[in-house]
């Protein structure tokens, strides 16, 4: 199993735009296209540790509710978008770099 945050702090330090989807039914995680397997997480394991991995990379963020599954992270260094699809067994983030 793959340690979660370093594989997402590699992917989002090197990339200006990363794509995040972790299928829960698959124990997967894909980063811009590459697969991973990192077991039976719950949707706050993930969560948390993609927020964990923003906050130690660009500091402190403000959070943007928008609907009961979705909500933005942004600070003048980063914009990141999370929806979570449970019905559908997915969580999908979006983080972008500011320049």
Do not use: C, Q
């Amino acid at each position: 199993m793959t340690d979660i945050k370093e594989l997402l702090k590699e992917h989002i330090e090197k990339n200006s735009e990363t794509w995040i989807y972790y299928d829960i039914d698959r124990g997967e995680i894909d980063i811009n296209g590459s697969r991973y397997r990192v077991g039976e997480l719950s949707f706050n394991e993930v969560g948390g540790a993609v927020k964990s991995v923003l906050r130690e990379l660009f500091g402190e963020y403000r959070t943007i509710p928008y609907t009961f599954n979705s909500e933005a992270y942004e600070n003048e260094k980063f914009r990141a978008e999370v929806l979570a699809l449970g019905f559908e067994g997915l969580l999908r983030f979006k983080v972008e770099k500011k320049e």
